[in-house]
Structures are given as structure tokens and as C-alpha cells.
Nanobody, 124 residues
Framework: QVQLVESGGGLVQAGGHLRLSCAASGRRISSYAVGWFRQAPGKEREFVAAVNWSGGNTYYAKSVKGRFTISRDNAKNTVYLQMSSLKPEDTAVYYC?????????????????WGQGTQVTVSS
């Protein structure tokens, strides 16, 4: 079983950038595909980005493609989400999630392990 802890959230102005980290413990994160999801107040949790175990395949929501980059450093047992050109509509709690073999990368139900989330607030 793997435990996930997100960090790096905060308050940033529109157009700014943040880098979120998802640190794993308990097992090597190299055993897992990892996804980032977000949930804004009053809205459902939505897919943001995902990466396979090696980092060779990445997937992005249309709303963030070209602005966000997911990457992983298996040696550091950490997955990152680099967010640039942030918009107020990116404001949400961001969660990382992991699973060994997600079939549908964008479905939150495909991921077994979840972190507690980190708040990202983008001011206009």
C-alpha cells in the first residue's frame, strides 16, 4: 500500500505558476501510474493530468493542456505537476492519486490511493 502527500499549493496571481509535488511512502511510486485531479467548491472532482509508471506516457485535460506539465522522478519517489499561466478557474483543491493499472486514465474511480489534497488559489 502506498501513501501519498501533496504539497506546493498556495495563493498566486493570474498568469503565475506553481509546482505541486506528490510524495509517496510505503512503496516505490515506480509501481504506480499517477493522476492529478482537482475539485473546486460546489463542483465535481475532475481529471487534470496523468502519467504512466515510467513517465513515457502523459495525459492532460483539454483545459490545462499546454499550461500544465506532469512529470515524475521515481528515484525521489515523487510526481510533480508544473502549472503555468494560471487562471482563476484553476482554483481548486488538487489531489494526486495512484493505481497500478488504471484502464481509464481520466476516471477518478480507476485510482485506489489518494492524498489529502493541497489548495491552489489563483487571484484575478
Amino acid at each position: 500500500q502506498v501513501q501519498l502527500v501533496e504539497s506546493g499549493g498556495g495563493l498566486v496571481q493570474a498568469g503565475g505558476h506553481l509546482r505541486l509535488s506528490c510524495a509517496a511512502s510505503g512503496r516505490r511510486i515506480s509501481s504506480y501510474a499517477v493522476g492529478w485531479f482537482r475539485q473546486a467548491p460546489g463542483k465535481e472532482r475532475e481529471f487534470v493530468a496523468a502519467v504512466n509508471w515510467s513517465g513515457g506516457n502523459t495525459y492532460y485535460a483539454k483545459s490545462v493542456k499546454g499550461r500544465f506539465t506532469i512529470s515524475r522522478d521515481n528515484a525521489k519517489n515523487t510526481v510533480y505537476l508544473q502549472m503555468s499561466s494560471l487562471k482563476p478557474e484553476d482554483t481548486a483543491v488538487y489531489y494526486c492519486a495512484a493505481d497500478t493499472t488504471p484502464t481509464h486514465w481520466t476516471w477518478s474511480t480507476e485510482y485506489t490511493y489518494w492524498g489529502q489534497g493541497t489548495q491552489v488559489t489563483v487571484s484575478s
